[in-house]
């Protein structure tokens, strides 16, 4: 059923187009019966020209009543139906490359400690034999742990889909609140959607708005079973194109 509303809204100009041309035929049959009504000598063809002139109101009226239906179902019925299309409608899932947060540090190869016992002295008469000792080793030291990651911003293809926060590798444990820019020229709606993973098969709508927005919030994603997940925005304009999405990369604990 959506699909028929989409396409009854892409051709009601075509529709519009044609209901006008049928009124203005019909126009012409009112004024032709009417000219036949009045120079007509016998009340047979008075009465043929005047049941003319009423079917042709008839039919105009039934165009009137064609185009106020196109009218309905391309603007109150379509703006109802218009998330459904925009949901089953494929869009390009862009890879991105995530840049490391840092070369790890070799862990130093540190010497051995000498453990040679020390030389015994030479006993003395009369004297007890001192007991050896035993020189104490270096402490190894512990390596340092490798340093935590570090949140990033995404790398955006275009300046018209945007997200500044939250940035690649932030960590949650609640609701999370989308911010960035989603304006492209012709704009019709922009959508929020989120797949398990880095690179998901399979995307969800979770928010959205048919108001363009600059640098402001977009929408908030509720708290999700732990694990990392991707979260992108898409612009759309009228003719149903889109640039490239944004995307960036969370974990839930």
Known sequence: MAVVIDLIREFSPWIYGACAIAALWYLRVVLVARRDRRYAVFALEREQALNRVFGAWGAAFGIIVVMGVVYALSTVVFRAVEPQLAADQPTATPAFAVAAAGTPTPTPTLPEPDLSPTPTETPRP?????????????????????????????????????????????????????????????????????????????WSYFGGGDAPVVNGRLGTLNVLPPGTYSIRVVAVDQSGNFPAPCQTTITFR
């Open 126 to 202: 009369a004297r007890p034999t001192r007991r050896p000792t035993n020189t104490p080793g270096a402490a190894t030291p512990t390596a340092p742990p490798p340093p935590a990651p570090q949140v990033q911003r995404p790398r955006c293809p275009t300046a018209n889909a945007v997200i500044s926060e939250p940035g690649i590798g932030q960590v949650a444990s609640g609701a999370v609140a989308i911010f960035g820019t989603a304006n492209v020229d012709n704009f019709q709606f922009y959508k929020l959607e989120y797949g398990a993973g880095e690179n998901p098969a399979v």
